[in-house]
């Protein structure tokens, strides 16, 4: 059976990684999240298919590396995830279709 690769990407501090946990049902381990840190792959079965989860760390230094013509992160996915905080809208000021622009975008500073 093919095994599927879904990327969960977006800017910093948009939920991806809490997504994830509650997709596996560990909503314990929401309490404690930490930004993520480069890319984090773990393997679960969603509707009976076997699917390797990518987590992509939203800060600006990880997406110019997923851009990067040698990284294999968005190499072959199945699907891919855009995550948006639509709360925060310093951040919905900095997303854009093209993924292109989203290595260059400049998040603000936090106050």
Known sequence: MKQFKVVFTG???A???SILKV????FHRLANMVPTKGVERSLSTILGF???KWDLGGQEQ???????????ALLEADLLVFVVD???????LYTSPSPR???????PSSA
Do not use: A, F, H
Not at 23 to 26: A, F, H, I, T
Not at 86 to 91: G, K, L, P, T, V
């Open 86 to 92: 639509i709360q925060d809208w310093n951040c919905l």
């Open 23 to 26: 997709l596996d049902k560990q």
């Open 11 to 13: 800017l910093s501090n």
């Open 62 to 72: 990880y997406r110019q590396e997923y851009l990067s013509p040698k990284s294999k």
């Open 50 to 52: 076997p699917v390797t």
């Open 101 to 107: 622009d989203l290595s260059t975008s400049r998040m």
């Open 15 to 17: 939920g991806k990684t």
